[in-house]
C-alpha cells in the first residue's frame, strides 16, 4: 500500500515528466492507489502518463468508480487497448460496473478470441465460480513428454494467469489431470507428463459458490482451482488472487449486513446519497421494529410509576441480552462463512450455546439482582428476584436464537447474515420487557407487594 508520505512525496512533484517517470516505475498497485487520490480532475491527466504497457495492469488497480470515469474521459482507441490486454476476469468485473451502452460498445471493438471469452464469463450469475474465473490457464496434452511441456509453456502461455499448474486434458477438453511446475522442473525431460499428473483432482463446478471455492482453495492450499461445466470440460481456473478478492467481499457483506446496511457492498468513500439509500431504509424499519418493544411497555406505564426502579433495569436487561445474542450471532455466522460448521451441526452448537448459556444466565441475573437490591426502596427489594429471573430466561433466549437462526437461515440456503444485531436486539427487547413488566404486574396484583 502506497504509504501517506510517498503519497505527500509524489503530489509535492510540479513537473510531469519526472511525475511519469515516477508513475512508470511504480507497482501497478501503488500507482492505481496514488491516481485514485488524486482529486477527478487530474486522475485521466495522471492514467495518460503511464507506459502503453502498464496502463492495461494499472488499470487493474483501479476502484470501479475511476475505472468508469476513465472509459469515459479517455479516447475510444486508449480504452480499447486497455481492455484488450486485460484478463477476462478482470474485465468482466469492470463491465459489471459500466453502463450496458459502453459495455456492448467495447465487446464489440475487443478481438474474437477475448470477445468469447469475456461473454463466456458475464454468462454465468454473480458470485459463481463461473463469474470470477479466467479462461487464461495452462493446458497440455497427456502424450506431451516434460521436455515438450516445457517448450510450449515458454512459447505459448508466457499471458496466462498462472502457470503453476498444467492441466492435462483431452481433444474434448475433459479434465485428466494436473501437474505442478515444480514436478515439471525436477522430472527427467523424456518423461510422459501423464504419469506426473494427479489424477485425483479437486474442481468445482461452473455454478458453484464462490464463497465455496474460496473454502476449497484455503482447505487445500491450492494456487488455482479447476473449474469444469456440467460435461466436465475445462472452462477455466480460479486464481489465489481472485480468492483474497472473494474473502474480502464476503467478510465486508457480512459484517455490513450484520450492521443493517442494505446489499452488505456500501464503500467508506460512496457518495453521501448512496450511503442514505444503503442505511436510511433499514433505520426506518428498525423505529418500525422497536414500536413494538415500545408497545410491550405501554400497557404498564402505571407499574413503572408504583415502582421506579424498573426505569433503571429495563436499559440494563434489554442492552445485557442483545449483547448475548450479538456474541451467538457473530460466531455463528463466521462459523458458517468458513465451512467450520454445517446446518447439520445445529443441535451440538445449541448444546454448547445453551450450556455455556445457563453459565452466563446465572452470573448476569445474579448481577442484575443484586443491582436492583442496591437501588430499589426496601419494600421493592423483591423486585431483584424478578429481575434476576427475567434476565436468566432472556440470555438463554438469546444465546439460543442468535445461534438457531442463521442455521436456519443457511438451510434454506439464504444468507445467515440477514440475522442482523438490530432485528435480534428489537426481539430480544419486546421478549424482555413485556415478561419483565408483566411478572413485576403479577406480583403485585397477585402477591399484595409492594
Request: glycine share 6%; charged share 20%; net charge negative.
Amino acid at each position: 500500500m502506497l504509504t501517506q508520505d510517498r503519497r505527500e512525496a509524489l503530489l509535492a512533484i510540479e513537473g510531469l515528466a519526472s511525475l511519469k517517470t515516477e508513475l512508470n516505475n511504480m507497482n501497478p498497485a501503488d500507482a492505481g492507489d496514488y491516481i485514485a487520490s488524486l482529486p477527478p480532475k487530474d486522475q485521466a491527466i495522471a492514467f495518460r502518463l503511464l507506459a502503453k504497457s502498464r496502463a492495461a495492469s494499472v488499470f487493474e488497480y483501479l476502484p470501479s468508480e475511476v475505472q468508469e470515469m476513465l472509459t469515459e474521459s479517455l479516447h475510444a482507441r486508449e480504452v480499447q487497448a486497455i481492455v484488450e490486454q486485460m484478463s477476462p476476469d478482470d474485465r468482466a468485473e469492470l463491465f459489471d460496473e459500466l453502463p450496458a451502452r459502453v459495455v456492448k460498445r467495447l465487446l464489440t471493438q475487443l478481438s474474437p478470441s477475448e470477445r468469447e471469452a469475456t461473454a463466456l464469463i458475464l454468462g454465468y450469475p454473480e458470485g459463481t465460480a463461473g463469474r470470477v474465473m479466467t479462461t487464461e490457464y495452462v493446458r497440455l496434452r497427456q502424450d506431451l513428454t516434460v521436455s515438450q511441456a516445457i517448450q510450449k509453456i515458454r512459447k505459448l502461455d508466457q499471458d496466462k494467469e498462472t502457470i503453476y499448474y498444467a492441466y492435462l486434458t483431452d481433444a474434448e477438453r475433459q479434465l485428466l489431470g494436473v501437474v505442478s511446475l515444480r514436478q515439471l522442473l525436477f522430472a527427467e525431460p523424456d518423461t510422459p507428463v501423464r504419469t506426473l499428473a494427479r489424477e485425483t483432482i479437486i474442481s468445482v463446478p461452473t455454478t458453484a459458490d464462490q464463497e465455496e471455492v474460496a473454502r476449497l482453495m484455503k482447505r487445500y492450499d491450492l494456487l488455482a482451482m479447476p473449474v469444469v461445466d456440467l460435461e466436465g470440460r475445462l472452462v477455466g481456473i480460479v486464481t489465489v488472487d481472485d480468492v483474497v478478492d472473494i474473502l474480502e467481499e464476503e467478510a465486508t457483506e457480512d459484517i455490513q449486513k450484520l450492521s443493517g446496511i442494505i446489499g452488505g457492498d456500501e464503500e467508506a468513500l460512496s457518495s453521501p446519497i448512496e450511503t442514505v439509500k444503503k442505511r436510511l431504509p433499514w433505520l426506518l424499519g428498525n423505529i418500525a421494529l422497536y414500536m413494538g418493544a415500545a408497545s410491550a411497555i405501554a400497557p404498564f406505564q402505571s407499574t413503572i410509576s408504583l415502582i421506579p426502579v424498573l426505569a433503571i433495569i429495563m436499559p440494563i436487561l434489554a442492552n445485557t441480552s442483545g449483547n448475548v445474542g450479538n456474541q451467538a450471532i457473530s460466531v455463528t455466522v463466521r462459523g458458517l462463512a468458513t465451512g467450520e460448521v454445517n446446518p447439520v451441526d445445529v443441535f451440538k452448537i445449541l448444546r454448547k450455546e445453551i450450556l455455556a448459556g445457563l453459565v452466563n444466565a446465572a452470573a448476569l441475573g445474579l448481577v442484575l439482582g443484586l443491582l436492583t437490591l442496591i437501588w430499589s426502596r426496601p419494600e421493592e427489594q423483591w423486585v431483584g428476584i424478578v429481575a434476576a429471573m427475567v434476565m436468566a430466561v432472556n440470555v438463554l433466549v438469546a444465546a439460543s436464537l442468535g445461534t438457531f437462526l442463521p442455521i436456519i437461515l443457511k438451510r434454506f440456503k439464504q444468507d445467515p447474515a440477514l440475522v442482523s444485531p438490530p432485528l435480534l436486539t428489537t426481539t430480544l427487547d419486546t421478549f424482555g420487557f413485556f415478561t419483565f413488566l408483566g411478572l413485576t404486574s403479577l406480583f403485585l396484583v397477585y402477591f399484595k407487594v409492594g
